[in-house]
């Protein structure tokens, strides 16, 4: 089936050691995207990759970088994480800017 | 800009009860509107969406929505729910031509028995 794939799916790290979650997806889609959703919240984004455009929202922290390789597969790196970072990150792809997204299971972060 | 108003944090009901999840959105262009199901730890899944057409979205696991542009509002009906509905939901609404996907801050339905 296809589908996005989000590993881990639990990541647990220390606070100021950077981390890497990893999005994958089998659908071909041209546009990735990258959410944080902390508790109780909605989700927000931080950035989406249209093919190998790289579009950051303005309240991103610098904290958050994104990598995206191929079509396939899109990182989302945290330089370093400090205890406001614990959240759940979602990512979506959809096959182009006006089309509907799709989710991953998410990836839950913890920050010790 | 758009933005989603979700009035009702929590929507206890009992199993088998009709259900109303209340969306209300502000956009100055058209929109496209969005239901998104999220269980316990788990990442949205679509419930629906409405595009263009007719104002009535059914979507999956029985769950449907009507578009209601001059009330600005996007409700989501089931006629009977499960114990498996348990879940947060959230509208979310975007403009037509990209503009980002922006999400109401959801509704915790409980069904009890």
């Known amino acids: 089936d296809a589908m996005v794939i989000q590993n881990p799916r639990y990541q647990v790290t220390q606070f100021g050691k950077p981390v890497t979650l990893s999005c994958s997806q089998t659908?071909?889609?041209?546009?990735m995207y990258w959410y944080q959703q902390k508790s109780s919240q909605a989700p927000k984004l931080l950035f989406h990759y249209y093919d190998k455009d790289f579009n950051n929202e303005a309240d991103t922290p610098d904290n958050f970088q994104s990598r995206r390789p191929n079509t396939s597969f899109c990182f989302l790196d945290i330089r370093s994480p400090g205890l406001g970072d614990a959240a759940m990150y979602l990512c979506a792809t959809s096959r182009d800017l006006e089309e509907t997204q799709y989710f991953g299971p998410g990836t839950r972060l913890l920050v010790l | 800009a758009q933005s989603v108003t979700q009035l009702d944090s929590q929507v206890p009901v009992f199993e088998e009860a009709p259900v109303e999840l209340r969306c209300n959105y502000s956009?100055?262009?058209?929109?496209?509107l969005f239901w998104y199901v999220q269980y316990p730890n788990q990442g949205l899944q679509l419930l629906l969406k409405y595009l263009s057409g007719s104002t009535l979205v059914k979507g999956i696991n029985g769950f449907e929505a009507e578009f209601n542009k001059s009330q600005t509002s996007f409700h989501l009906r089931k006629p009977s729910v499960h114990i498996s509905d348990t879940a947060e939901y959230f509208c979310?609404?975007?403009?037509?031509?990209?503009?980002?996907?922006?999400f109401g801050t959801g509704t915790r339905l409980l069904v009890s028995p």
């Open positions: 956009s100055s262009v058209s929109v496209y």
């Open positions: 979310a609404v975007s403009g037509t031509g990209f503009q980002k996907l922006v």
């Open positions: 659908l071909n889609h041209n546009v």
